[in-house]
């Protein structure tokens, strides 16, 4: 057998009569032991600062009719409240169908990751929460000022609205290292 022999093979289990899968030579339960003590799920309070740290993140939302939807945002982190707005980027439309979903299902779910070709610095970070729609001037005023001190583009130009907030529930993330 070769160290790349991945060809499947069973052992017993000691005292339980059950077979256990090996590949290559080594028990399936030692490798995943193995990657599970090289990578870190991250705290809640430290998957909130990587979150709130990305320049982008990922919004998950669901039609009413069951068809996930998920589109790039620029938000601002406020505690456990997460603010997009709909900005003066072209549209196809003005009735998105992330609002047209929301109204139907608030239930969402926000992706922020970081990737680069040395995978022992890749993270991710979900939050899950409930959306609400903000349209009011005064309800958005306080969001827009937090996006615009994120986001120059929105110095220049702020956004019209209506303005997204998420109530996080679970802050939820993975790391392949602490650092």
Known sequence: MTAFD??????????????????????????????????????????????????????????????????PVTFAV???????????????????????????EPRVALLADHYEPEWDRLWWVRADGAATVLAGAAEMAAPLALLAARYPQYRATPPRGPVIRVQVERWTGWAASAG
């Open 6 to 71: 991945l060809t499947p093979r069973r052992r017993a289990r000691p005292g339980t009569g059950e077979d256990l899968p090996r590949w290559g030579g080594l028990a399936v339960d030692a490798k995943i032991a193995a990657v599970r003590s090289a990578q870190l799920n991250l705290e809640p309070a430290e998957a909130r600062r990587r979150f709130a740290a990305a320049d982008v993140a990922r919004l998950a939302t669901m039609s009413p009719g069951g068809r996930p939807h998920i589109v």
């Open 78 to 104: 406020d505690g456990d409240v997460i603010y997009s707005a709909v900005d003066a980027k072209p549209k196809t439309t003005t009735r998105l169908a992330r609002l047209r979903n929301l109204a139907a």
